[in-house]
Nanobody, 124 residues
Framework: QVQLVESGGGLVQAGGSLRLSCAAS????????MAWFRQAPGKERDFVAA????????NYVDSVQGRFSISRDDAKRAVYLQMNSLKPEDTAVYYC?????????????????WGQGTQVTVSS
C-alpha cells in the first residue's frame, strides 16, 4: 500500500509559477516510479510527467516540455512538479501517482496508487 498526498495547488496568473508536492507513505519509496497526471473539467485524466526510481530519467507530455520539471527527494519520500510559465490551459486537478518498476509509462491504468488531487487554476 502507498498513500499519496498532494499539496501546493492554487490560483495563479498566466506566466506565473507553482510548485506541487506529493508526500508518500507506506511502501518503500525509492523503488517507485512517480508521476503527475492532470484532469480538466469534462476531460480525461492525462499524463504530465514521470520520474524513475533513481531519479535519473524523466519524461513529459509535449505541451509542458521546457516549462515543467519533475523531481524527487527519496529521503523526504516526496516528488515535486515545478510549473513555470503557466498558461490557462494548464488549469486542472493535478494528481500524483505511483507504480513499481522503472518504466516511464504514460497511461493512467499502469499506476497503482493515486493521491486525492490538488486544484491548479491559471487565470488569463
Amino acid at each position: 500500500q502507498v498513500q499519496l498526498v498532494e499539496s501546493g495547488g492554487g490560483l495563479v496568473q498566466a506566466g506565473g509559477s507553482l510548485r506541487l508536492s506529493c508526500a508518500a507513505s507506506g511502501r518503500t519509496f525509492n523503488v517507485l516510479t512517480m508521476a503527475w497526471f492532470r484532469q480538466a473539467p469534462g476531460k480525461e485524466r492525462d499524463f504530465v510527467a514521470a520520474i524513475t526510481p533513481n531519479g535519473r530519467s524523466s519524461n513529459y507530455v509535449d505541451s509542458v516540455q521546457g516549462r515543467f520539471s519533475i523531481s524527487r527527494d527519496d529521503a523526504k519520500r516526496a516528488v515535486y512538479l515545478q510549473m513555470n510559465s503557466l498558461k490557462p490551459e494548464d488549469t486542472a486537478v493535478y494528481y500524483c501517482a505511483s507504480r513499481g518498476g522503472n518504466g516511464l509509462l504514460t497511461m493512467s491504468r499502469y499506476y497503482n496508487y493515486w493521491g486525492q488531487g490538488t486544484q491548479v487554476t491559471v487565470s488569463s
